[in-house]
């Protein structure tokens, strides 16, 4: 892409291809002799990283769409089904699901260091809208997939971002109904969103080309930010980027493997686990994180179509950027003021980021206001007036000479770190968990769980007790619709063999047919049946409890969370603490008290709980001690009988945990291995550059 | 991409039996994939709608052209929020109506934004009243 190559195969055949298509040639020039500046660091690693996230996104997503049903009505359960018994279904949905944020992470981290480094300015006007059209279409293609797991945050998530275009005046509601294709978000818009999620990844990827293109013909840009002028500035791409890249990714994917093995959840919104109800709206709709500071500018403006078009602007202006910053330097590192300016920029969409997980009350409105003007503030008044104002330092005369001044030179990691601490409070700004259960109520106290930790597994006895306490108490009212009888007999669940599985199915009796005479008849259970549910639909056993139906149980565990707030869930991110949801559970079943608070009305038919948000509970008190007997000596206390029914529950919403830890301890040693001996190959190769 | 024959077909009116909805009440069904409240308001709730200077609200329209005239008692609103669609709850915030709790619009007791980010009211669907006991939503 840099002009005509000289490359010539030495293999006939290939020389064959070459005189007819240049292929190889084109290949040369753009990834093995492409001359890059020899003063990157290594926030230009991140196009590599970006490239390979994509690449991860597609190939993943490609292998989830030969599983998935985009359907209404079967696909939360196919997504579930996905991560129960596809072959390493669950891997391939967190690496997916993960891999979107962490997609997120890199482009913020590419576009912030081309705002730092000016990398948007003359001749690399085009690259940078090109970068923020890349930008824009994954925002939409990470929205879409957002929809298609169907979970209470996929349904209203979609309904409040289409909402977004009902502001436009005259034709804003057919804008809407052609999003929709219906009267509201249903099962067309399911199947549209599910097109356009498969057909955007491949946009991108044009457009990268594109990118890359447009960057190969202007050359990259430099942390001094001068060209390079003679061969003594640059090195070879291959094998020097390369191998630097190489080095840049397997750090990257150390991250990125943290969260997919450790952490699954973590970004994630826990109502997401509730499959999407159109009747009933979650208490607080957070977009994904990488939204939220454009989500807090939409919500500090009053107005419905100011701030949609607020909204909006605050991205459409990165377009502008390369001429509302007309200052000639182009590197930070020279300009004083800019540099400081840079930093409060990064510190306000932060802080918005934040304030986009909080609901939109009394400070945080103020503070999004304020904030909101800051941010358009920096675009439209601080760079166009620092280009006048600011007297940049002198930059050096080549790359050469800022190389060979800068040797002992410690800004620059200063700055790295800088960079570093910031993107990581970015990225814990927008994971707050949902406060599903929260709401005025007590914090559940913490537990001790033997599945916790990056070893944690399942404890035998507490699964097989936990299982006993389902069937004698919960399940006359709950059901376990995604847990088949097969899977009691499988390696991390409760350990029984094939044959106590298939004589445990047996005891229940399950519908099937129409036989021959065209008669549903009743049979007994065989190990690929599902637990049968107590209730054959919503509103049966919506009437028969006084109007709240008991909830499935198979992923109460990960449908529930509590908001651990600030610091903790930075805390959490370390110590891999994720067990909100059993915590919640084990604490609701202990939280039943006779004695209501002052202060506190309970309506009748409804019980007190102490961490019930809201207190007033449908489910009478569920356990009471002695209940169920124990084979194995195990107190019959009600705080036992929930730790064993609160694990059993954890496994049933996540029957690979063991595995997925597992297999995540592999990855890192190979990770670590891997990312070592990049490193000290890319001081081999750089050995005779620096 | 607009809507099918079959998503409009299943769109045609709906027939509801208000005689079980007793003072005070409310139901909610679903018409066109939407919540249409069907509130069963006390003669309190009907006076505060009334007695509201009209030419002061954010979307000025008064309580008679809302509902029926001789059925005032009955108020049909589309239960979805004007500023981005979630479902208000009803006998909720300060106006004796509907609270979104997305973003904290406030609407009365005759679906009419009081307070809050919502531009608009809460719209009136199409229906008319077949019998005193019945109406037909489209």
Not at chain 1, 127 to 141: D, E, N, P, Q, R
Not at chain 1, 176 to 183: A, D, E, I, K
Request: proline share 8%.
């Amino acid at each position: 892409m840099s002009g005509p190559s000289d490359y010539q195969p030495s293999n006939p055949a290939l020389q064959w291809i070459e005189r007819r298509l240049p292929i190889l040639g084109l290949m040369h020039s753009s990834f093995v002799a492409y001359p890059t500046p020899r003063n990157l660091n290594y926030w230009w690693t991140f196009g590599a990283i970006l490239s390979f996230m994509l690449g991860m996104q597609i190939l993943t997503g490609v292998i989830l769409a030969m599983h998935y049903t985009p359907h209404a009505d079967l696909a939360f359960k196919s997504v579930e089904l996905i991560v129960r018994d596809v072959n390493y279904g669950w891997l391939l949905r967190n690496m997916h699901a993960v891999g979107a944020s962490m997609f997120f992470v890199a482009v913020y981290v590419h576009m912030f260091r081309g705002l730092y480094y000016g990398s948007y300015k003359e001749p690399r006007e085009v690259l940078w809208i090109l970068g923020v059209i890349i930008y824009l279409l994954m925002m939409a293609t990470g929205f879409m997939g957002y929809v298609l797991p169907w979970g209470q945050m996929s349904f209203w998530g979609a309904t409040v971002i289409t909402n977004l275009f009902s502001a436009i005046p005259y034709v804003g509601e057919s804008i809407v109904t052609l999003l929709w294709g219906g009267y509201s978000v249903g099962n067309p818009t399911l199947n549209r969103f599910f097109s356009l999620h498969y057909l955007l990844p491949f946009l991108i990827a044009g457009v990268v080309v594109l990118h890359v293109w447009a960057l190969h013909v202007a050359g990259q840009n430099n942390p001094d930010g001068v060209e390079p002028k003679t061969e003594k500035d640059t090195v070879p791409f291959t094998p020097h980027a390369t191998i630097k890249d190489m080095f840049g990714v397997a750090c990257f994917m150390l991250l990125y493997a943290w969260f997919i093995f450790y952490m699954p959840n973590y970004l994630g919104d826990a109502d997401n686990y509730i499959p999407a109800n159109p009747g009933v709206t979650p208490p607080h709709i957070v977009p994904e994180w990488y939204y939220l500071p454009f989500y807090a500018i939409l919500r500090s403006i009053p107005n419905k179509l100011a701030g949609v078009i607020g909204m909006f602007g605050a991205i459409i202006i990165l377009c502008f950027l390369p001429w509302l910053d007309a200052a000639k330097t182009r590197s930070s590192k020279y300009r004083p003021l800019a540099k400081q300016f840079f930093w409060i920029f990064v510190v306000v969409c932060i802080l918005l980021g934040y304030l986009g997980a909080q609901p939109p009350e009394g400070i945080y409105v103020i503070a999004g206001r304020v904030l909101t003007v800051c941010y358009f503030a920096y675009f439209l008044i601080v760079l166009p007036l620092l280009a006048r104002i600011e007297k940049p330092r002198p930059v050096p005369n080549s790359i050469s000479d800022a190389v060979l001044a800068k040797t002992g030179s410690r800004s620059t990691p200063m700055v790295s770190t800088a960079i570093m601490l910031a993107l990581a409070g970015s990225l814990f700004a927008g994971s707050v968990d949902s406060a599903k259960a929260s709401e005025g109520s007590d914090t559940p106290p913490g537990n001790k769980w033997s599945f916790s930790g990056p070893f944690g597994k399942f404890d035998r006895g507490a699964l097989q007790r936990g299982l006993k306490v389902y069937k004698e108490v919960c399940a006359s009212c709950h059901g376990l619709s995604y847990v088949a009888f097969r899977n009691l007999a499988e390696p991390g669940g409760p350990s029984y063999s094939v044959a106590q599985a298939a004589a445990f199915a047996s005891e229940y009796k399950v519908k099937d047919g129409p036989n021959d005479a065209g008669d549903m008849f009743e049979r007994a259970g065989r190990p690929a049946d599902y637990f049968p549910s107590p209730f054959p639909n919503e509103q049966a056993a919506r009437a028969a409890n006084g109007g709240a139906a008991p909830p499935d149980l198979s992923l109460i565990t990960k449908a529930r969370s509590y908001k651990r707030g600030f610091p903790w869930f930075i805390f959490d991110f370390f110590t891999q603490f994720q067990e909100q949801g059993p915590d919640y559970v084990s604490a609701l079943l202990q939280g039943f008290e006779d004695k209501v608070p002052e202060g506190v009305t309970i309506p009748e038919g409804s019980y007190y709980n102490k961490y019930f948000p809201g207190h007033a509970i449908k489910m009478p008190k569920p356990l009471s001690d002695g209940q169920v007997t124990y084979d194995d000596g195990s107190p019959t206390t009600v705080a036992q009988y929930s730790k064993d029914v609160t694990t059993f529950l954890m496994w049933t919403a996540e029957p690979h945990m063991e595995a997925r830890k597992r297999l995540g301890f592999q990855v890192f040693v190979f990770l670590i291995l891997f990312a070592g001996l990049m490193y000290f190959t890319k001081k081999k190769v750089w050995a005779s550059s620096h | 991409m607009n809507p099918d024959a079959s998503t409009i077909a299943a769109g045609a009116p709906i027939e509801v039996d208000l005689s079980p909805v007793a003072e005070g009440q409310d139901i909610k069904v679903f018409w066109r994939g939407k919540p249409i409240y069907i509130s069963h308001r006390t003669k309190k709730q009907i006076d505060e709608a009334r007695a509201v200077n009209v030419a002061s609200l954010p979307d000025p329209q008064s309580d008679e052209a809302r509902v029926k005239s001789g059925h005032e008692q009955w108020l049909v609103v589309i239960g979805i929020c004007t500023h981005l669609g979630c479902i208000p709850i009803a006998h909720e915030g300060n106006y004796d109506g509907f609270f979104c709790p997305c973003h904290g619009s406030q609407y009365d007791s005759s679906g009419r934004i009081r307070q809050g980010p919502a531009p608009a009211n809460l719209p009136v669907p199409p229906y008319q009243f077949v019998s005193d006991t019945k109406i037909q939503i489209g």
